[in-house]
C-alpha cells in the first residue's frame, strides 16, 4: 500500500492573507492563472495580489481560461508567462484554471518544446512551482497531480501523462458564496463521483477508502442546503471545499473509473458541463457493483437506494437527453481502453456499458 499527497494545504478562513508569506515564498513573479471573471467577483484574486504584493512579490495575470481549457490556451498561457519572466505560477478557480496552471507551469520550463510535449509519456516533467487556490467544490485538482485538457482539434478531453502535484494549496469557504447555484451543484456532483469511483476501484486501498469516507461523511452536511436550494452558509462552504478535497486525495491514488471516462464524449459533444456528465453514468455504475459497498456509500450520504440519488441528481443538475450517437460514443471511449475497463472492481463487458448508459 502506498500513500503520497505532497501539496501543502490550509482550510480556513481569510488563508491566502494569513499565509501570504508562504504564499510568496516561491518566486520573484508569479503568473496567476484564471477564468474571465469568477475570480474577480468572489474577491480571491484581489486577495493573493494583496498578499503578494506584502512581500514585494511581482505578479502578472492570465484570464483566458475556458471551461474544459484547450491545449491551445495551455500554450497561450505558456507565451504570456515566458514574456513576463515569472518563476511560479498560481491557479485561481474551479478545475479548469488549476488544471490549466499546472500544464502552463510544465511548458514554461519546455519553452522551445511543442504542444505535443503535453501527451508525451517518455518526456521529463518538470514544472515551475503551482499553487492552487480552489473557487468550486469539485474538482479536487489543488490535492492532485493531474491536469485534464481539452483537445478540440480532435474532439478529445482527457488526463495529460504528465504528474504535477501543488506545492501549497489555500482554501477558503469564502470564494464559493458568489458561485452561482449551478457551478455549486454541479461541482459537488463531481466530487461525490470521484469519491464513489474511487472507492469502487480496483486500485482502493485502506487509505484511498479513508479519504472517501471522511469526504462522504463531510458531503452529506450539505445535501439538503443544496437539494433545497437555501443560501449557501459560510460552513456549508467550508463543508463542500473539504469533501472536494479528499475526494481529490482520494483519486489522486486510484485515479477515476467509467463513470468520468464515459462522460467526456458527453462534455465534447453537447457541453453539458462535466460534474453534471459525471453524475449522468453515476447510478448506472453503482448498480453494476458490489451491493454492499453500494449500500455503504449511498447511505454514508443519507441516500436509502440508488433510486433515491437519481431522484437527488434529477431534482439538482436534471437529467438532460443525449442522443443516443453520442451514448455510443460514451460507450466505445473506455472500451478502448483495456487500463480503464480494469479500474472497474467488476467484469466490463460492451453490455455493461450499454446498461450504464442507458442504451437498449
Not at 496567476?32 to 480571491?44: C, D, E, H, Y
Not at 478529445?156 to 504535477?164: L, N, T, W
Not at 443519507?302 to 460514443?329: H, M, W
Request: aromatic fraction near 8%; charge should be neutral.
Amino acid at each position: 500500500m502506498f500513500f503520497y499527497m505532497p501539496a501543502k494545504v490550509y482550510c480556513e478562513n481569510n488563508c491566502v492573507r494569513a499565509h501570504a508569506k508562504e504564499l510568496a515564498s516561491f518566486g520573484k513573479k508569479a503568473l496567476i492563472v484564471t477564468g474571465r471573471s469568477s475570480a474577480f467577483k468572489n474577491g480571491s484574486i484581489a486577495d493573493v495580489q494583496a498578499a503578494l504584493a506584502d512581500y514585494n512579490v511581482d505578479c502578472c495575470v492570465f484570464n483566458e481560461v475556458e471551461e474544459n481549457p484547450s491545449v491551445e490556451t495551455v500554450m497561450k498561457g505558456r507565451d504570456r508567462g515566458l514574456a513576463e519572466g515569472v518563476d511560479f505560477v498560481i491557479g485561481i478557480g474551479g478545475g479548469s484554471p488549476m488544471d490549466a496552471a499546472k500544464a502552463i507551469a510544465l511548458m514554461i520550463r519546455r519553452k522551445d518544446d511543442g504542444p505535443d510535449y503535453l501527451y508525451d509519456s517518455s518526456a521529463v516533467t518538470d514544472a515551475l512551482p503551482v499553487v492552487c487556490i480552489p473557487t468550486t467544490c469539485g474538482t479536487g485538482s489543488e490535492v492532485t497531480a493531474v491536469s485534464v485538457l481539452s483537445r478540440p482539434s480532435k474532439r478529445a478531453k482527457g488526463s495529460i501523462p504528465h504528474k504535477i502535484f501543488p506545492r501549497l494549496s489555500l482554501l477558503d469557504g469564502k470564494y464559493l458564496l458568489s458561485a452561482p447555484r449551478r457551478v455549486i451543484v454541479d461541482t459537488s456532483i463531481d466530487a461525490l463521483s470521484h469519491m464513489y469511483e474511487s472507492y469502487l476501484n480496483s486500485k482502493a486501498t485502506d487509505c484511498s477508502r479513508m479519504c472517501v469516507d471522511a469526504g462522504l461523511k463531510i458531503w452529506s452536511r450539505s445535501r439538503k442546503v443544496i437539494l433545497s436550494g437555501a443560501p449557501l452558509s459560510s460552513e456549508n462552504c467550508t463543508d463542500m471545499l473539504l469533501a472536494s478535497m479528499f475526494a481529490g486525495m482520494a483519486i489522486a491514488h486510484t485515479g477515476t473509473s467509467l463513470p468520468h471516462a464515459m462522460s467526456y464524449p458527453v462534455t465534447v459533444e453537447t457541453g453539458m458541463p462535466h460534474g453534471k456528465a459525471c453524475g449522468f453514468f453515476l447510478t448506472g455504475y453503482l448498480r453494476e457493483a458490489d451491493p454492499d459497498d453500494v449500500a455503504y456509500l449511498l447511505n454514508t450520504v443519507g441516500f436509502t437506494d440508488a433510486d433515491s440519488l437519481e431522484t437527488y441528481y434529477q431534482a439538482t443538475c436534471g437529467r438532460d437527453e443525449v442522443p443516443a450517437p453520442i451514448l455510443r460514443k460514451s460507450v466505445d471511449a473506455p472500451l478502448s481502453s483495456p487500463a480503464k475497463l480494469a479500474m472497474a472492481p467488476f467484469a466490463v463487458t460492451e453490455a455493461t456499458l450499454c446498461r450504464i448508459a442507458g442504451l437498449k
